[in-house]
């Protein structure tokens, strides 16, 4: 019975010594350090090229979207008349080119055409005229003047015959090469503006360039929307990645393409496997001040970016990573 009670005791001291030293032992061992990092997405804005007011938003927060999906609508009464004025515009501008290309009515031609033959009638009734005074002045009867006169009358008569045949030979030739040119280019430069109407008025119809999940809904129907301002504004979940900020000297277990394992405490899983994609320096601002004075210098602070290797169902932006290293 007293050897009993000796060996109970000296197994109580040996356990009592053997616990407090797995204590200090313990103690004294480097505990590891937790990181937290937080889910981050991929943002696209859903904006307009031209201001105007919102006419229509077609989704709602929460919705899911493809790309090529309407998003919502503006009004632009200013486009709508700039469309109808560059339209009237480029009518007036074919109009001219057709008439250049096509030439003179036959109305026209015909027309110059009577001229020039009125005008050559005038002429040839002159030069008899001038003929008869010319031979009435060789015989004396009448002065030098009266056929000068005559001569006068007759030459004047035919270059107008000459003008006057030439517009109708220039009338029903039609425009000339260079004219034409002209017209065509006009025609050409109002079609152009007509066409930049209509692509800031296909802006006033705003399809998603994206897949992904409405976030936010910024104008409402109603409200100007500014040139180039969000009016709704979609996440992409399918692209997704992990933000951690890190010391430096903690920065050799974050090297680009090293994987390691983190848990999601709101999915109530503790591994969730990532690789790094990108390492990059924080700002002068971001360091932290070595504990150990001896080291004698601040260790900055580095963002490591990393994305899930497998999808992992039902993440959402904003939750909170835990890594232990």
Do not use: C
């Not at 010594?17 to 590891?32: D, E, G, N, R, V």
């Not at 486009?79 to 009518?91: E, Y």
């Not at 017209?183 to 503006?193: I, P, V």
């Amino acid at each position: 019975m007293r050897f009993f009670r000796t060996f109970l005791v000296v197994v109580v001291v040996v356990a009592g010594i053997a616990w407090l030293s797995y204590t200090f032992w313990y103690a004294y061992q480097p505990k590891p350090i937790r990181l937290q990092g937080q889910v981050v997405a991929q943002q696209y804005n859903v904006s307009s090229k031209v201001a105007g007011r919102v006419d229509q938003v077609f989704v709602r927060k929460g919705d899911l979207i493809q790309k090529g999906q309407l998003v919502f609508t503006l009004l632009s009464p200013e486009i709508t008349a700039k469309l109808a004025q560059a339209v009237a515009g480029r009518d007036a501008a074919d109009a001219l080119a057709k008439e250049a290309n096509t030439g003179a009515r036959k109305q026209q031609i015909e027309a110059a055409q009577d001229q020039w033959k009125q005008a050559q009638a005038a002429a040839d009734l002159l030069e008899k005229t001038y003929q008869r005074i010319n031979s009435l002045y060789t015989d004396g009867v009448v002065s030098q003047q009266k056929r000068d006169e005559a001569y006068t009358q007759f030459q004047t008569a035919r270059f107008a015959a000459n003008g006057a045949y030439q517009m109708f030979k220039m009338t029903e030739e039609g425009a000339r090469n260079e004219t034409i040119a002209a017209a065509e280019g006009k025609a050409r430069m109002a079609a152009g503006a007509v066409a930049e109407v209509k692509v800031y008025a296909a802006e006033t119809q705003v399809e998603s360039w994206h897949d992904g999940e409405v976030s936010q809904i910024l104008l409402q129907t109603g409200e100007i929307a500014p040139q180039g301002f969000p009016v709704v504004t979609i996440i992409d979940m399918n692209d997704a990645w992990v933000v951690f900020h890190v010391r430096e000297d903690r920065l050799a277990d974050f090297q680009k393409e090293t994987e390691f394992s983190a848990a999601i405490p709101a999915l109530g899983k503790s591994s969730y496997r990532f690789r790094v994609n990108h390492v990059a320096v924080m700002g002068d601002f971001a360091i932290w001040r070595a504990t150990n004075s001896g080291k004698g210098f601040d260790m900055r602070s580095f963002e490591v970016e990393a994305r899930p290797i497998d999808q992992i169902k039902g993440l959402r932006a904003g939750m909170s990573v835990l890594v232990e290293k």
